[in-house]
Nanobody
Framework: VQLQASGGGLVQAGGSLRLSCAAS????????MGWFRQAPGKEREFVAR????????DYADSVKGRFTISRDNAKSTVYLQMNSLKPEDTAVFYC???????????????WGKGTQVTVSS
């Protein structure tokens, strides 16, 4: 599976962005999908996960109520809607695909290149 994330950019605090991650290759609906982020000088951290058919999600506490993960299996794309952005959300965001346990643990099978999100105060 090849993953390509897009949609990052510069936004003011309180603003919104929607990230997209397009998949190609093997059957998209076979995999849980996740989003991760890595801020400068920090380790990569889990942000959100959605099950293969979209019936189950997990979120990091830091983004609950602000970020929403969704997917469109017909388009082989997963999204991350980010609202009420804060400067501390500034990071490179990555999408990943794999089994549920692997995605939650940050050891997913497939990773895309990141997209930069910068939130100004």
């Amino acid at each position: 599976v090849q993953l390509q994330a897009s949609g990052g950019g510069l936004v003011q605090a309180g603003g919104s962005l929607r990230l997209s991650c397009a998949a190609s290759g093997r059957t998209f609906s076979s995999y849980d999908m996740g989003w991760f982020r890595q801020a400068p000088g920090k380790e990569r951290e889990f942000v959100a996960r959605m099950s293969r058919y979209g019936d189950n999600t997990d979120y990091a506490d830091s983004v609950k109520g602000r970020f929403t993960i969704s997917r469109d299996n017909a388009k082989s794309t997963v999204y991350l809607q980010m609202n009420s952005l804060k400067p501390e959300d500034t990071a490179v965001f990555y999408c990943a695909a794999g089994l549920r346990a692997g995605v939650l643990a940050g050891t997913a099978d497939y990773w895309g290149k990141g997209t930069q999100v910068t939130v100004s105060s």
